[in-house]
């Protein structure tokens, strides 16, 4: 049994007899040998997404309320308690285990909340206009200097980085 808060990729084995469980604050997820991705770091949410074998996720408490996943399935416990379930390019998202940052038609706004935790970072945009521009890209082990350069690039705006701090204009 782990108990998680925060981001983690799992690869489990397969062990019929010892089953592998992870508790978040508020789901459980029950593993037989499979790939997967959990994150709790959304605000009131816990997200699972499944990159091989099959994964049982529901509410912590129990209920009725459960989805088996499998591969390229992505689930979402909200704050209602309620399960999303839906289709996901899971290799693309579950990039960042292995220090690659990956987008694919995402808008700036997207892009910025994945950047701002990666990175440590805070990122301000002084036109608003520029958070529905949509960007595709990819780059393994790059530094906050490079991904600005080439969003910079591909998105037609200027920036400048001090320390922790970035603002787009």
Not at 75 to 96: G, M, P, S, Y
């Amino acid at each position: 049994m782990v108990y998680l808060i925060g981001h983690a990729h799992f690869d489990v084995a397969k062990d019929t007899e010892r089953p592998f469980i992870i508790y978040t604050e508020d789901t459980k997820s029950e593993v037989l040998g499979t790939s997967f991705d959990i994150n709790t770091k959304i605000a009131g949410e816990t997200e699972i997404i499944v990159t091989s074998g099959k994964v049982a996720f529901s509410e912590k408490d129990g209920s009725d309320n459960q989805v088996t996943l499998e591969v390229n399935d992505r689930a979402v416990l909200n704050a209602d308690k309620q399960i999303a379930l839906n289709k996901v390019d899971a290799a693309r998202l579950t990039a960042w285990k292995d220090n690659r940052l990956v987008f694919d038609k995402q808008t700036l706004s997207e892009v910025i909340a994945i950047l701002e935790p990666w990175y440590a970072t805070e990122i301000k945009v002084e036109r608003s206009e520029l958070l529905t521009v949509d960007f595709k890209i990819s780059l393994e082990n790059p530094s906050l200097q490079l991904v600005m350069e080439e969003l910079s690039f591909l998105g037609k705006f200027k920036y400048t980085l001090d320390e922790n701090k970035v603002i787009i204009y």
